[in-house]
């Protein structure tokens, strides 16, 4: 009896299961990367939290989170303002402690290596997008950066970097609709996800169907619960490491009490717009 029918119809459910849980675990890096660096540079308070007093004579920064921003269009900005207050209380009560506790058994020499294993297999979205872009010297890098590490790093380190100069190129396809002239749309601030756009949503479910794991668990020999928890443990591996390694930007945040959505978006829509500048110039 032929197994073609049963075979593909697994396959689409662990497909389907796939995109679910990689879209609920890609969330956590999203909003720790994006609000994390907001407050790495220009502390601030997530919301939530109880900020400590200053110091007596403590001078506050010349440029809170906020107080320099652009004039940005928010039509969503009631939905948005309670997808980050989730998001931001997903990471106080589910990703910091859990965090935190994993910087205890790991060194941060091995985190850093953990990292870069899954930067290292991120590799298909920033060669496709560089080539989409015609940036084809940056995606002939990206190729010779993942043979380079894979061989010579076991994907755990970086000699691409490190004794050949060769630096990696950020790129997703969300960059890619906006380099041909796509309008990035209203501002989205997606619950778990983090902050986006409605062209940038977009390029992160085509992002998500490059990435290699997809293709990893859709073929093989595994029910579709495995493959799907597996694919999904390995997400959450993947956002818990990252979360450990910026424990200390999030402490920063409870010195002061600013508009810290209003900083997030700020930062996010400027990086953005700033980024698709540098692709074509480049």
Same mark, same amino acid.
């Given at each position: /009896?032929?197994?073609?029918?049963?075979?593909?119809?697994?396959?689409?459910?662990?497909?389907?299961?796939?995109? $679910?849980?990689?879209?609920? @675990?890609?969330?956590?890096?999203? &909003? #720790?990367?994006? @609000?994390?660096? #907001?407050?790495?540079?220009?502390?601030?308070?997530? %919301?939530?939290?109880?900020?400590?007093?200053?110091?007596?004579? @403590?001078?506050?920064?010349?440029?809170?989170?906020?107080?320099?921003?652009? #004039?940005?269009?928010?039509?969503?900005?009631?939905?948005?303002?309670?997808?980050?207050?989730?998001?931001?209380?997903?990471?106080?009560?589910?990703?910091?402690?859990?965090?935190?506790?994993?910087?205890? =058994? *790991?060194?941060?020499?091995?985190?850093?290596? &953990?990292?870069?294993?899954?930067?290292?297999?991120?590799?298909?979205? $920033?060669?496709?997008?560089?080539?989409?872009?015609?940036?084809?010297?940056?995606?002939?890098?990206?190729?010779?950066?993942?043979?380079?590490?894979?061989? +010579?790093? +076991?994907?755990?380190?970086?000699? %691409?970097?490190?004794?050949?100069?060769?630096?990696?190129?950020?790129?997703?396809?969300?960059?890619?609709?906006?380099?041909?002239?796509? %309008?990035?749309?209203?501002?989205?601030?997606?619950?778990?996800?983090?902050?986006?756009?409605?062209?940038?949503?977009?390029?992160?479910?085509?992002? =998500?169907? /490059?990435?290699?794991?997809?293709?990893?668990?859709?073929?093989?020999?595994?029910?579709?619960?495995?493959?799907?928890?597996?694919?999904?443990?390995?997400?959450? =591996?993947?956002?818990?490491?990252? $979360?450990?390694?910026?424990?200390?930007?999030?402490?920063?945040?409870?010195?002061?009490? #600013?508009?810290?959505?209003? *900083?997030?978006?700020?930062?996010?829509?400027?990086?953005?717009?700033? $980024?698709?500048?540098?692709?074509?110039?480049?």
């Amino acid at each position: /009896m032929s197994t073609q029918g049963p075979m593909k119809e697994q396959n689409e459910r662990t497909a389907s299961g796939f995109v $679910r849980c990689a879209i609920a @675990a890609a969330s956590l890096l999203a &909003v #720790v990367s994006f @609000a994390g660096t #907001v407050l790495a540079q220009q502390p601030a308070t997530s %919301a939530g939290s109880n900020p400590p007093a200053s110091a007596p004579g @403590a001078a506050a920064p010349e440029n809170l989170p906020g107080e320099n921003q652009g #004039v940005y269009s928010d039509p969503l900005a009631p939905f948005n303002e309670s997808m980050f207050t989730f998001n931001l209380k997903l990471d106080d009560w589910v990703l910091r402690p859990v965090a935190t506790g994993y910087s205890y =058994i *790991a060194p941060q020499p091995v985190r850093e290596s &953990v990292n870069r294993f899954f930067d290292n297999y991120r590799v298909i979205p $920033r060669f496709t997008n560089n080539l989409f872009q015609g940036h084809l010297p940056e995606a002939g890098g990206e190729v010779a950066r993942f043979g380079i590490n894979t061989v +010579l790093g +076991l994907g755990f380190f970086d000699p %691409a970097d490190t004794w050949f100069g060769l630096k990696e190129h950020p790129n997703d396809f969300g960059l890619t609709l906006r380099y041909y002239g796509v %309008a990035p749309g209203p501002y989205l601030m997606l619950p778990i996800l983090g902050p986006s756009t409605v062209t940038d949503a977009i390029g992160t479910a085509v992002d =998500i169907g /490059m990435n290699p794991l997809t293709y990893i668990t859709l073929y093989t020999d595994m029910p579709w619960w495995g493959s799907t928890a597996l694919s999904g443990g390995i997400r959450i =591996i993947d956002a818990v490491n990252y $979360r450990s390694l910026h424990i200390d930007q999030f402490e920063e945040a409870d010195r002061y009490a #600013v508009d810290l959505y209003g *900083a997030v978006q700020d930062f996010y829509l400027q990086s953005r717009e700033n $980024r698709v500048k540098e692709l074509k110039q480049e």
